[in-house]
């Protein structure tokens, strides 16, 4: 039986055509690589020559109005070492066959705007811009190893699961965008590791089915833009901002595949590390805006490094998260803000969070606190001056609770009393001296002990004085033996009667000072009772 003759090759096609004809209709890979790897690289100087080349235009019409496939055959295009002569656009087409492009050269932009494919994967490939606006797949886009000189788009696009650009080197377009992808959603990973961008990486209201990876990624701002710009973004898992695993030799993460790789979501040690390989930080160079995202497990920064200008920002203002992981390298100059951000459990390092003025946390909400490493209480009240450039209690109390919750009353008791010396510092001069009277005596009620030494302190003292100098009945007949010890203590301890306070007469200097006496006992000992209260509830 003959073929339909609508099968045919046009006879206006090259004999490097007619080859990629034949190989589309048997599904199998069409090879035009030559024997040596430098003249292999797509990136590297000197043209490829005729017997490499294929028109855009080829390319097209197999995709959109291909033949049909042999019997027995799946019709798929899969180019390697292809030169692309021309733009190829395939804007508003449906491309139902695979295609899978391995270290090609395009001379012109990939147009693809609203672009249907099952599954388009660009490996290893030079392409001067993509243009894929509203772009559909079915399943995976796949661009990993290529260089692109100005720019991607991917404005609105929907890919159906996974999202693979690793190692991909970017760079800025017209506007100063490496990737511009705002109202993305991809049905599953978006694996970004080891990426190279020279422009802004805008995922303004995207959505992410799985985790967000940008280990080992290198993001550098251009212009006034920032380098990662995501407000309003949402992943439904993780949020991968550390380190990966390289080959010191040659840079490479151990090759990232067409397909992908898969993450254990387990830190690595740097020495548990195979021989021969090193830790890649990832880096930041400008600004982070990840306002109000949504994460729906952690957001992890471990060891990343970020290199902002003093004007830049970390911001992290109102996401959410379960898990925030600060550990990474404390930032040299600009601003970390969490303003309004909402967390469950906060891992940080003491080393991790900038100075003084460089941090902001009004409204931090989070409810527990694991730090990585030593991480004294002195530290962690230097975090929260850091972040209270003026005074505001909320943080301070924030952080008592989380410590009480935990059953860290000790603890807690102290970051409140740290909070009451910084208030102290806002009042006028007679609120200073009267604060300065209340710390040094009872500590503001926060250290009941001391409280207590007082009170023994003055008992001892009011019981020598009274000994010394016994007072006079108010009824000579009826009154108890004079017991300076009791009387005392009857004076200090209020509430309580001991048997002795009511049946002498102190006049003169001795009636002020049984007055000040009772007034301190009122003082001191609510003290000890509140603090004797919080370790009855804590038990």
Known sequence: MSEPQDDEAPDWLSATELGMWQAFRNGSTYDLSVPSPLLNDPAAAGPWGEHRSVRARVVALLLLSGPSARPGRVAALKLRGAYISGSLDLAGGNVEPYVELTYCRFERELVLPECHFTTLRLVGCVI??????????????????????????LTDAQIGTDLLISQ??????????????????????????????HGEFSLRGSKVGGSLMLRGSRLRAAGERRALNAPQLTVERSLYMTGAVVSIATGNANSTPPYGTVYTGNA????????GTEIRRFECYGGVRLDDGRFGDTIDLHQARFLM???????????????????????????????GAKIITLMDLSTSWPGPGGLAMGGFVYENVVPSGHFPLNRRLEWLDSATPEYSPEPYERLAQVMRNSGEDADAREVLLAKQRRRRET??????????????????????GRAALWMAMLWAAGTAVFARNPLDPIKSEEHPAW???LYV??????VIDLGQDGH???EGGWQWLSAVMILLGWILATTVAAGATRLLRRG
Not at 170 to 193: C, H
Not at 268 to 275: E, R
Not at 313 to 339: D, H, K, M, W, Y
Not at 438 to 448: I, L, N
Request: neutral net charge; charged residues 25%.
């Open 268 to 275: 690595v040690s740097p020495a548990s590390l195979p021989p």
């Open 504 to 506: 002498w007469r102190p």
């Open 309 to 339: 200008s003093s004007g830049e920002e970390l911001s992290l203002r109102r996401i959410t998260a379960t898990e925030l992981r600060f550990q990474c390298e404390r930032p040299l100059e600009g601003r970390v803000v969490l303003n």
């Open 489 to 494: 203590l009857d004076l200090l301890v209020p």
């Open 168 to 197: 991909i080197a970017v760079r800025p377009d017209s506007s100063n965008r490496s990737i511009a992808a705002d109202g993305m959603s991809v049905g599953q990973d978006l694996q970004a590791e080891q990426i190279e961008t």
């Open 427 to 448: 009042l006028p001069l007679a609120g200073k001296v009267w604060g300065v009277i209340q710390d040094w005596t009872v500590a503001y009620g926060y250290r009941p």
């Open 483 to 485: 017991n300076p010890a």
């Open 128 to 153: 001067p811009r993509l243009e894929a606006a509203r772009l559909r797949t079915e399943g995976d886009l796949h661009l990993p190893r290529c260089q692109v000189a100005r720019g991607i788009r």
